[in-house]
């Protein structure tokens, strides 16, 4: 038998440089755990959290939705932009209506860049050899 699909469990991907999120949105009160540790834990620097919680406070739902996240790969900031792109992607699922919103923002857009690879006979991806006279 074919049900409706329940809006009270939402899982989505957020990805950036080599990071990868796993983000499961639930209805509740506010609890956002990252890898089972609280947000602050996680990452402890105030302008990461505010990054993380960024597209639930300009919907207005930071204490109405519950967030866990697995994320993997890369740094802190990475990890964090991830999660963040993960978040927003689960809130336009929840409610089409706030596409517009976190679109504007700039939270729907993968950001793809990455590291270059390093070439062969160079020093890094495009830093070449220093010349030295003598």
Do not use: C
């Not at 963040?84 to 976190?102: D, P, S």
């Amino acid at each position: 038998m074919i049900t409706k699909k329940d809006n009270s469990l939402i899982r989505t991907v957020g990805r950036r440089k080599t990071s990868s999120a796993r983000v499961l949105l639930t209805i509740g009160d506010g609890q956002v755990t990252i890898n089972q540790r609280e947000l602050k834990n996680y990452f402890p620097t105030a302008l990461l959290q505010e990054k993380v919680l960024k597209p639930l406070k300009i919907v207005n739902k930071e204490k109405n939705l519950n967030i866990s996240v697995r994320v993997v790969g890369g740094g802190t900031s990475s990890q964090a932009d991830a999660v963040r792109h993960g978040i927003a992607r689960a809130l336009v699922k929840w409610n089409e209506e706030f596409k517009k919103i976190l679109k504007a923002e700039g939270f729907l857009t993968r950001d793809s860049r990455s590291k270059e690879r390093k070439k062969f006979g160079l020093h890094k991806a495009r830093r070449g050899h220093q010349w030295r006279k003598r």
